[in-house]
Antibody
Framework: EVQLVESGGDLVQPGGSLRLSCVAS????????MSWIRQAPGKGLEWVAH????????YYVDAAKGRFYISRDDAANSVYLQLNSLRTEDTAIYYC??????WGQGILVTVSS | DVVLTQSPLSLPVTLGQPASISCKSS???????????LSWFQQRPGQSPRRLFY???TRDSGVPDRFSSSGSVTDFTLKISRVEAEDVGIYYC?????????FGQGTTLEI
């Protein structure tokens, strides 16, 4: 059974930082695009970032550019999202996904003073 | 950015009756390889999204055949032939022909 498990979510003040982690089991992520997608409370889905299997090619939604950084460690079967300069509007459940095929359960990031 | 407009946003249905959701794109979703990279997702209450279809009409494993998807270029439709209680939730279309990948607003299907 494929599982993606996110961790690292927390309550943080505006301007703060967090690092989200996602570890996969039941599959090797090395051939997958890995993505982070978020959902603000009571709202729809928003693609945040993804990283190609080469580990170098990354894409970010405009709201994330310059603040968020996606990375992967295929040896650890994991993908990460570094969140910097957090804003209240970044409050959301963050989902890790293997190119939308498999999804984690999500992790809550709350940005509030 | 590509805007996906779903309609209706709320869809009350009767068990056993059909249902249909439209997704219209502000731009053509035909990619360089000729494919339309349009997917549909179901999000049941309290759960993570689950992909139902990719490349418009390719059904994911385990998706009941009462679900179907069609369309091309800018107009796409998800259909349920006979709604069951487990189909309650929010349905999203998503495109990944263009960056940034974008989702529709979601359609809430309720019994």
């Amino acid at each position: 059974e494929v599982q993606l498990v996110e961790s690292g979510g927390d309550l943080v003040q505006p301007g703060g930082s967090l690092r989200l982690s996602c570890v996969a089991s039941g599959l090797n992520i090395n051939t997958y695009y890995m993505s982070w997608i978020r959902q603000a409370p009571g709202k729809g889905l928003e693609w945040v970032a993804h990283i190609r299997p080469d580990g170098y090619t990354t894409y970010y939604v405009d709201a994330a550019k310059g603040r968020f950084y996606i990375s992967r460690d295929d040896a650890a079967n994991s993908v990460y999202l570094q969140l910097n300069s957090l804003r209240t509007e970044d409050t959301a459940i963050y989902y890790c996904s293997t190119g939308t095929v498999h999804w984690g359960q999500g992790i809550l990031v709350t940005v509030s003073s | 950015d590509v805007v996906l407009t779903q309609s209706p946003l709320s869809l009350p249905v009767t068990l056993g009756q059909p249902a249909s959701i439209s997704c219209k794109s502000s731009q053509s979703l035909v990619y360089n390889d000729g494919n339309n990279y349009l997917s549909w997702f179901q999000q049941r209450p309290g759960q993570s999204p689950r992909r139902l279809f990719y490349k418009v009409s390719t059904r994911d494993s385990g998706v009941p055949d009462r679900f179907s998807s069609s369309g091309s270029v800018t107009d796409f439709t998800l259909k349920i032939s006979r709604v069951e209680a487990e189909d309650v939730g929010i349905y999203y279309c998503m495109q990944h022909s263009h960056w940034p990948h974008t989702f529709g607003q979601g359609t809430t299907l309720e019994i």
